[in-house]
């Protein structure tokens, strides 16, 4: 009996081991780090209920910069845009953009965190004269978008939430070149409508079946990366060319596999999503919806089909 029990035990022990260590890290619909993906109900109220953090709140950090800008796909709000690890970034009405004027202060600035200045870089798909820096009145750098001061949201504990959308009337989450964000409900401009998943398949007439993001936008796959353990090799200026897929939801996924659909915490800081323990990207030369301008570049990047293979790479 005791023979039995100790083989049972080594049984369960290995297939705990092998879910905590698919590709590498942490497996499911959270980092290793524990940071949960998905969106959150706006707040109500001024400020927040919470002037700072709050206990157990992950936040992103009073100080901590923005690094390399990113866009969110919200089905509610348009196109969003975030910091590096995913988190909303916001606009206040009280402020201004001409010139660029910070009016947040004191236990405002406390629920509302400014966003430094330094190191932060343009989303993809946007130039970098929208990125600019404000003064504020203790001396620190704010960054700007677009002329407008821009904040994280304390209640916000994690990338994908949007807590602060619509907060006294005042508070809203920012587009990518600084204006309020809002939902494009038309779709592209040739009139192609994007997915309704965050990762959904297309039929392409060249390459069959192809992943898609939110957008309608193909997904890629990079030869040099590797998926065990998970590594990219696209990074700094590859990623202003390559941007990578946000993380999203298994819940949010349409006709794709997920298996090994893991959150990649890169060195960097950027938070990816991972199919088949695989780093995937979008192009930025893709303009709009069917496109597949990225195939087969440098011979190293290529489409990804519904089980992250390689869309019409040569054998």
């Given at each position: ?10 049984v369960t022990a290995a297939a705990l081991l092998a879910l905590t260590t698919a590709c590498g ?189 939110k957008r309608g936008m193909t997904v890629y796959r990079f030869k040099k990366d590797s998926a ?88």
């Amino acid at each position: 009996m005791k023979t039995w029990r100790n083989a049972s035990l080594a049984v369960t022990a290995a297939a705990l081991l092998a879910l905590t260590t698919a590709c590498g890290q942490g497996e499911g619909d959270v980092s290793p780090r524990g940071q949960a993906v998905g969106n959150a109900a706006p707040a109500e109220g001024g400020y927040g209920s919470d002037g700072g953090y709050g206990a157990g709140s992950a936040g992103a950090g009073a100080s901590k910069p923005a690094g390399q800008l990113a866009v969110w796909d919200s089905d509610e709000l348009g196109k969003v845009l975030t910091d590096s690890e995913g988190f909303t970034l916001y606009r206040f009405d009280k402020d201004s953009a001409e010139p660029p004027k910070s009016n947040c202060d004191g236990d405002c600035a406390k629920a509302w965190p400014p966003v430094p200045a330094e190191g932060a870089t343009a989303a993809a798909g946007t130039g970098a004269e929208v990125i600019g820096r404000v003064s504020r009145a203790d001396g620190s750098q704010q960054l700007a978008v677009g002329g407008w001061p821009v904040y994280r949201y304390a209640e916000d504990s994690s990338p994908g939430e949007a807590k602060g959308q619509g907060v006294g009337g005042t508070w809203f989450a920012a587009a990518p070149d600084g204006k309020k964000a809002t939902p494009d409900a038309d779709g592209s401009a040739d009139g192609t409508r994007a997915g309704t998943s965050g990762l959904s398949v297309r039929q392409d007439p060249e390459l069959g079946e192809i992943v898609v993001d939110k957008r309608g936008m193909t997904v890629y796959r990079f030869k040099k990366d590797s998926a065990w353990p998970m590594k990219s090799a696209c990074t700094g200026a590859c990623l202003k060319k390559w941007p990578v897929v946000a993380p999203v939801s298994r819940n949010d996924v349409e006709g794709v596999t997920t298996k090994g659909f893991v959150t990649f915490d890169r060195p960097d800081g950027i938070r990816q999503q991972s199919i088949d323990c695989w780093p995937v990207y979008t192009f930025s030369g893709d303009k709009k919806p069917g496109d597949t301008n990225g195939q087969g570049a440098g011979g190293t990047w290529y489409a990804v089909t519904p089980d992250a293979k390689l869309a019409g790479s040569p054998k």
